[in-house]
């Protein structure tokens, strides 16, 4: 069954406050981190170590450019989120270090409701040609 114009518009809405609320979070996450790194205020990390950084900072670039396209192209944007979830997830977890799953499953699910939210606008710009071309039967 195709959703209807307001289903999916009820759809969207909801997608893009999840994101929203997302990127805000985000952004009180890391702004402050990024800050007093630049004004080298900021705690030495180890050597070994630097790479984390560099990770997250990824992933908060690919998250936002992703949310962003988002509003426009969520399938585009879907796919970057989802790109996001895996920057930050898979580096971690080869490390051992689990607990960057609490970013990464909340940008994994976020991505799959941009994408599903392309689905579904899809299909709802799909079914009216469908119901056009199944509604003329020679025989009827």
Partial sequence: MVP???QRNTFRRVVLAFGTVLAVLFLLAFVPKI???MTAHA???SPDRQWEGWVM???FVTFLLGYGIGWWRSLFGG???VLSAFVVSVPFALDGNYAAFMFGIPLFVCGLLYLS???VERRGHEAPHAEATENTDPAE
């Fill in 4 to 6: 209807g114009r307001s």
């Fill in 35 to 37: 800050i007093s790194t």
């Fill in 43 to 45: 705690p030495r990390t």
């Fill in 57 to 59: 900072t990824q992933m």
């Fill in 79 to 81: 796919v970057l989120i």
């Fill in 117 to 119: 939210l392309y689905g």
